[in-house]
């Protein structure tokens, strides 16, 4: 297989300014400053996108969904995933889409033709290509703003999973996520990088430092998925989050777990009665957001104005749908 062309790096402002005492700070010949007072005006230059930016972030959760799903997937104490998850790696790469969309960065191509196929046939596009920060989600970001033909969820999700006989397009597939998502979270201080020996080699492991980060993650997917009331109500806490689709993004979390295999793990400390409960729920809400409009209307408030883009988060889940794992 061939690579993307290795990590995104992303460029600062590398323009150092220089200072000159006579720009700026005018000085009158008729009144001049005396020896031991000094002008302490001062401007400093900012950049609105900065701003932006700072205000997008608080918008935006700590951990992403793929970081949610495979936290889940992690054991604690010795930082490693199942030796035999074959499933998580193509639902990491669903959640790339979904994040994107959640972020308002790809959409559905708008065209009234598109409802004439399935969910995950339709075409996506990409609608603004200003950098999330996280080095994953901009690498996928530009492929699909810079790749002149168009593909639909189901192509993009396989040819990010490298599932294509294509040798024009191999190069679409995204290498190392799940390491590469563990270092992101150690950088977040999640997790910590040990070496751990396997008998005949050696292996990076990533142990959880910070549990309370996943014990919230936990907690939430086990509040949702105990619920008594049908559909998805959003908590207070969702209702009072500043996240944007805090709400969703939860549904998306624990409908990506259970197709990853790694749901289990979240419900482990509740008894058999409310385990089963628990999956009768995450089935439930993938029938009701694999297609769109969302068949449970407590999202609705969330989504006015985004159907192009919750149009994505749904057709991912539809591919779910499909996986080995639950089928």
Known sequence: MASTGGLSRRRGAGGAATEDGGIGSPQSSSAPLSAGRR????KVASDPRDQQMED????QPKLTLMEEVLLLGLKDKQG????WNDNISYTLRGCILMELAFRNRIAMVKDPNRRKYPL?????????????????????????????ERMSVGQWIDLMSGETWNVMKIGFQLKQVRERLAKGLVDKGVLRTEKRNFLIFDMATHPVTDSAVKEEVVKRACTTLISRSTGSSPTLAEKNSPIQYQQLRTVAMVCAAYAANVLENALMYLNHEMRERAFNKVEELL??????????HASKDEIVGRDLQMEIVAAVLNVFTKMDSIL
């Open 80 to 83: 490693y995933l199942s030796f």
């Open 39 to 42: 002008n302490t005006d001062s």
């Open 287 to 296: 029938g009701d957001y694999s297609d769109y409009p969302f068949a449970s």
């Open 120 to 148: 995950a046939d339709r075409y996506i596009e990409a609608i603004s290509e200003k950098l999330t920060g996280e080095v994953l989600l901009d690498e996928a970001l530009k492929m699909i703003s810079s790749t002149q």
């Open 56 to 59: 997008e972030n608080k918008t």
